[in-house]
């Protein structure tokens, strides 16, 4: 449960999940929980092998409460359907039919167009051990396949829920829930006081040198600093570094003498 924060809004909406016969409460549960992660919260159940309501299901969906007291079983999937307007079904397996076949990225967002468009929609999955038959995907508009390796492409159902409901909430362009809060940029008189500082730091350990190429060395040190487009606190930490190569505790004042140069040897 890390991670969670009981005190925000709990998103729940988007496709309907569609598990056609699933086998293991588990997988129930698992899958449960990967909506609840990514925001979605009506699932389905057809047919589940071991009935409806199952322990081991609510044990598995780690608190996903919300989703597992709200779940629907129908005996068919047609009945399971019958109210959506556009359903996809995933499959992994070659279908001899005329059906376009989209990425999972490609049907978030068209899941979500049609969302935001009033539609109400759906994602079918199947059985544990050999999927949607063929009947079943005839039912859908639409085929989604993920793109896994064609040698090893079978995908647990509770992993396949997984993916899409995180594609659907990517589509929903979210803002993350952790970010580092913006730093201002720095100003030009930051900027400054860096380049005053460092270079009286390498003026005492006499960097700049032959003396005609100073100017030059110092132009391409600052270019280096403006394209770096720093933030105020970059240029506190950068300020800070010099500082301890100096051997000093804080930055030098503002009113600092200017550093004497070492004779040349």
């Given amino acids: 449960m890390a991670g969670t924060d009981r005190r925000q809004k709990l998103i729940a909406e988007g496709p309907v999940i569609v598990l056609v016969n699933p086998q293991l409460g588990e997988n129930i549960g698992a899958a449960a929980r990967a909506m609840a992660n990514f925001g979605l919260a ?3 159940l057809v047919d589940p092998r071991d009935g409806w309501p199952n322990a081991v299901a609510r044990a598995n969906a780690a608190k996903a409460d919300h989703i597992i007291d709200s779940v629907k079983v129908f005996d068919t999937l047609e009945e399971a359907i019958a109210d959506l307007n556009f359903v996809y079904a995933t499959t992994a397996r070659q279908r001899e039919m005329l059906k376009p076949v989209r990425g999972p ?3 978030a967002e068209t899941l979500r167009k049609r ?4 539609e109400r929609t759906g994602i079918l999955f199947g059985r544990e051990r050999w999927g949607l038959e063929s009947v079943e995907v005839a ?7 993920f ?3 064609p040698s090893f492409a079978s995908l647990n159902i ?3 829920v997984l993916l899409m409901s995180y594609e ?3 589509s929903s362009q979210v803002e993350l829930p952790i970010h580092e809060p913006p730093s201002l940029p720095a100003r030009k008189e930051d900027l400054f006081g860096l380049f005053d500082h460092l270079e009286g730091a390498l003026d005492l350990e006499n960097y700049f040198r032959p003396e005609h190429k100073r100017a030059t060395m110092v132009e391409n040190l600052r ?3 403006q394209k770096a487009e720093l933030s105020q606190q970059e240029i506190h930490a950068l300020r800070g570094v010099v500082a301890t190569l100096e051997g000093r505790k804080t930055r030098p004042r503002k009113d600092r003498q200017e550093p004497k140069k070492k004779p040349k040897a």
Avoid: D, S, Y
């Avoid at 969302?115 to 009033?118: D, Q, R, S, Y």
């Fill in 42 to 44: 009506e699932l389905r």
């Fill in 105 to 107: 990225r490609e049907a």
């Fill in 115 to 118: 969302h935001t468009a009033g």
């Fill in 139 to 145: 039912l859908a508009n639409e085929i989604v396949t």
């Fill in 147 to 149: 793109p896994v390796n």
């Fill in 158 to 160: 509770a992993q396949a």
């Fill in 168 to 170: 659907w909430m990517g």
């Fill in 223 to 225: 270019n280096i600093f």
